[in-house]
């Protein structure tokens, strides 16, 4: 069984048990459970439920792991060739980290 479920503005496909990294979540604390509503589209054993736009009574239970997680360094380098213009900058996303419970249709 696995759902499609939005998280933040990002789709995401889930399954029980599944470690996911999503858009950093405020006020999340560690063994917090949080619960997503926006359940898209449900797969239960070969029958397939698409929601307009989302399924009715559909939801997505998971546990958050690390309520705060940074991504690899982003490098931004931009340059104008015979300009003397240079910039490098960089970017860390942060993250949550949660772990699928149950999928509930």
């Known amino acids: 069984m696995y759902a499609i479920v939005e998280i933040n503005g990002q789709q995401f496909k889930v399954e029980e048990g599944k470690k996911l990294f999503v858009n950093h979540i405020k006020d999340s604390e560690e063994g917090q459970t949080v619960e997503f509503d926006k359940v898209l589209l449900v797969e239960n054993g070969g029958s397939v439920t698409v929601g307009a736009p989302t399924v009715e009574g559909a939801k997505v239970v998971a546990e958050v792991k690390k309520p705060l997680v940074k991504g690899e360094k ?10 003397d213009y ?9 993250f949550t980290e949660v772990v699928i419970k149950s999928v509930n249709a």
Not at 74 to 83: A, E, H, L
Not at 86 to 92: L, S
């Open 74 to 83: 982003v490098i931004v380098f931009k340059m104008k060739r015979r300009k």
């Open 86 to 94: 240079r910039k490098k900058n960089g970017h860390r996303q942060q």
